[in-house]
């Protein structure tokens, strides 16, 4: 059980006021938004489409680059070798210089005690050589390394006579590891910044109905319109249905506070009449009495279903805590059996609505009067405590009678229901915890009720603490 749903006062004249758990918290369900489950999916979807490609483009690649390799290098052996062949001594050495100097080709003899490492690494090179022996002759040979110098070594024979070519290695070799990390990194950028853009075009739609939707559940009817004008067709019937649904809401938020109205004025003219009459015509004084309370009640259970449908959407203020409690308290006046302990610390402020919160305490206030008398002495006795936490105010309010069973708990807070006999009475209506319940949750507050486990029930709130 967490701390903020079962309150430890400090020790006052409150006594103990310890409960049962009650479940003020909400925990929201934690999942992840729509955006990100879109994002997700197209990222995976793009990420094995990069993959697959690059797999597909390097298994096409493979044998036209072997084959371009080995015509490469065939070509500058028969080029050299013919260079060779037709020039003099004297030529052939200036032939040499230059093709080292302007074309990285370097040929030397080919001597028996040379030491060489086969070019045959990976699959490409061994293709490459097995295609260089099929042009140029079986004992050409694909070399490394030579007598511990790195390179690119082919192996060739000019009339009889041996001879190594030198040249750059990177016209055999595949391409490298990082040219294919590079372009991994930049087409999966490119694709991810994509999904992100498709993703949040495709939740916005949805992000500006639950705006919406929030506003017309705050009963802020002008802030919830939606475009009409989107260009995709199946959003544009989605906007228009939820305007015209926003639209009828707030039509019928206008006719109950105009019903409400009528039924203040219709309802309360007539009982004032039988009032006025049963005082002036009626001359058994006890009838009277009796007349006038039925009148009264009429009244309370009028005002009860006013108070109940009322509009959800209020203005929050600071309110002091401690003046509505001690209103509250002070409209059920101090009658012979009856105790009311009340401790809150000096200017405990929250936000709320003055009239709403004084209402929320005197119904349950009356509610315990009603059925919190003790069940052996009769004695009423509530106690009321508040204490303050980070951002919230959490406040109990106890008496000390039967309580009420655990499965009804959870009910009470529903509308015209009124518990077992132990705890209904025929002047009451039902909608006293209903108005609570609802007051609270407009103030932006969690209210829950728990039985006692010294007897009774107590009503937990968490109230929004006011900015100090």
């Known amino acids: 059980m967490s701390f903020e749903s079962r309150i430890s006062f400090e020790p006052s004249e409150t006594g103990n006021l310890e409960t049962a758990p009650a479940p003020l918290e909400v925990r929201p369900t934690r999942g992840v938004s729509l955006f990100w489950r879109t994002f997700f999916f197209l990222t995976l979807l793009l990420i094995g489409c990069i993959v697959a490609w690059l797999q597909t483009f390097r298994a096409l690649e493979y044998e036209p680059r072997a084959l371009q390799s080995a015509q490469q290098l065939a070509s500058l052996v028969n080029l050299s070798r013919a260079a060779l062949v037709h020039s003099d001594s004297i030529a052939r050495v200036s032939l040499v210089k230059t093709l080292a100097t302007e074309e990285g080709l370097n040929i030397a003899p080919r001597e028996p005690t040379d030491t060489f490492e086969l070019h045959d690494s990976d699959p490409l090179s061994r293709s490459v050589a097995d295609r260089l022996k099929a042009r140029l002759g079986p004992d050409t040979v694909v070399a490394r390394e030579v007598n511990g110098q790195p390179g690119l070594w082919v192996g060739f024979s000019i009339d009889g006579d041996p001879y190594w070519l030198l040249t750059d290695p990177s016209r055999v070799g595949p391409v490298a590891g990082t040219t294919w990390l590079i372009w991994l990194a930049t087409a999966a950028l490119l694709s991810l910044t994509g999904a992100a853009l498709i993703a949040r075009l495709i939740n916005r739609p949805l992000k500006m109905l639950s705006f919406a939707a929030s506003r017309v559940r705050e009963g802020d009817f002008n802030a919830s319109q939606l475009s009409e004008a989107v260009a995709t067709s199946e959003i544009r019937e989605v906007n228009i249905g939820f305007n015209r649904m926003a639209q009828r809401l707030s039509k019928i938020e206008q006719d109950r506070a105009l019903m409400l109205a009528g039924i203040s004025h219709d309802?309360?003219?007539?009982?004032?009449?039988?009032?006025?009459?049963?005082?002036?015509?009626?001359?058994?004084?006890?009838?009277?009495?009796?007349?006038?309370?039925?009148?009264?009640?009429?009244?309370?259970?009028?005002?009860?279903?006013?108070?109940?449908a009322r509009p959800d959407h209020i203005q929050l203020q600071e309110v002091s805590l401690n003046q509505v409690v001690e209103a509250a308290v002070f409209s059920l006046g101090q009658t012979e059996g009856q105790v009311i302990n009340v401790s809150i610390p000096a200017d405990t402020r929250v936000m709320g609505d003055p009239v709403e919160l004084q209402r929320v305490f005197t119904n349950l206030v009356e509610n315990a009067q009603r059925y919190g008398r003790h069940p052996v002495t009769g004695v009423l006795q509530i106690d009321i405590a508040a204490k303050p936490m980070d951002d919230t105010v959490l406040v109990k309010l106890r008496d000390h009678g039967k309580g009420v069973p655990p499965d009804q708990l959870a009910q009470l807070t529903q509308p015209f229901y009124r518990g077992d006999t132990s705890r209904t009475s025929a002047t009451g209506t039902g909608l006293g915890l209903a108005i609570v319940e609802r007051a609270v949750a407009r103030m932006g507050g969690r209210f829950a009720l728990a039985n006692s486990s010294t007897g009774g029930l107590a009503a937990h709130m968490k109230l929004v603490k006011a900015p100090s």
């Open 267 to 308: 309802l309360r003219t007539p009982l004032a009449r039988l009032r006025l009459e049963t005082e002036m015509s009626v001359a058994d004084a006890q009838a009277r009495e009796h007349m006038a309370a039925d009148i009264d009640q009429v009244n309370a259970i009028i005002d009860k279903f006013l108070d109940y």
